[in-house]
């Protein structure tokens, strides 16, 4: 799977995507992440240019119709995406643009994706969001992780891709440890057996000692939340 990350701050990727299951992913080449920096696709500055162009050099602008915040511009991130959609012609592709808005991601949606597609273009925004008109030429789908604001499109993107990567055969240790059966025990208990806290004893559930493993897959299974 390979994702194409729009976003004006690619280096905000680069510690968690290189640690761990995803960073050993990338080096096993099931996994590759390229970005596409919207300010790359503004004009330089003109020699000597004056205040007055500093707005065209600008990913933002103020928003139409008043308000706080500014709007990123069409324009620049247009032409990332231009790029990034050339590099996945004649590909599985989806485009997905990240907005609080947008449909509810699930594990469900990752395991489509993984199906589905061997590219993914996904788009981050900042400050107020994107111009609406990058949305509709792309007819980019509207993705939300929850339903809260956070400041850029660069976390969602992770999210994404760490959720589907881990959906990618050969990406965990071991297949077996997907999410379904993994799931099933999000209560888990390591060494040692009895842990003692400020005076008080704290035990491992007793059927997770009790080598009775159709018990212990009951027990698991009364743990899942989702
Ligand atoms: N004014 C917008 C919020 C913009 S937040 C509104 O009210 O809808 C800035 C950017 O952060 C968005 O463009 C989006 O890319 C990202 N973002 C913020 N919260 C998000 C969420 N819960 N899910 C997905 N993306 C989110």
């Not at 933002?60 to 959609?85: S, W």
């Given at each position: 799977m390979t994702f194409?990350?729009?976003?004006?701050?690619?280096?905000?990727?680069?510690?968690?995507?290189?640690?761990?299951?995803?960073?050993?992913?990338?080096?096993?080449?099931?996994?590759?992440?390229?970005?596409?920096?919207?300010?790359?696709?503004?004009?330089?500055?003109?020699?000597?240019?004056?205040?007055?162009?500093?707005?065209?050099?600008?990913?933002?602008?103020?928003?139409?119709?008043?308000?706080?915040?500014?709007?990123?511009?069409?324009?620049?991130?247009?032409?990332?995406?231009?790029?990034?959609?050339?590099?996945?012609?004649?590909?599985?592709?989806?485009?997905?643009?990240?907005?609080?808005?947008?449909?509810?991601?699930?594990?469900?949606?990752?395991k489509q994706t993984v199906k589905k597609y061997t590219d993914i273009i996904l788009i981050s925004g900042r400050y107020e969001g994107i111009d609406a008109r990058v949305q509709k030429i792309f007819k980019a789908e509207e993705i939300s992780i929850g339903d809260y604001v956070l400041t850029g499109g660069e976390l969602p993107a992770m999210v994404l891709i760490d959720s589907i990567s881990r959906q990618i055969k050969g990406v965990l240790g071991k297949y077996e440890s997907l999410e379904e059966e993994r799931i099933s025990s999000s209560e888990v208990y390591t060494r040692p057996e009895v842990l003692k806290y400020k005076n008080k004893n704290y035990i491992v559930p007793k059927v997770l000692l009790s080598g009775n493993h159709v018990k212990i897959e009951e027990w698991r299974r009364g743990q899942n939340k989702i």
């Open positions: 194409h990350v729009i976003t004006i701050f690619p280096d905000i990727f680069n510690s968690y995507l290189n640690e761990s299951i995803i960073g050993r992913a990338i080096k096993n080449k099931l996994v590759s992440i390229n970005f596409y920096n919207p300010r790359d696709f503004i004009k330089p500055a003109r020699r000597g240019g004056a205040q007055k162009d500093n707005g065209y050099r600008s990913v933002d602008d103020k928003p139409y119709g008043g308000g706080p915040g500014m709007v990123m511009r069409a324009e620049p991130m247009l032409k990332a995406i231009e790029k990034a959609v050339s590099k996945v012609k004649g590909k599985k592709f989806k485009i997905i643009l990240f907005s609080p808005s947008g449909k509810k991601f699930e594990t469900a949606y990752a």
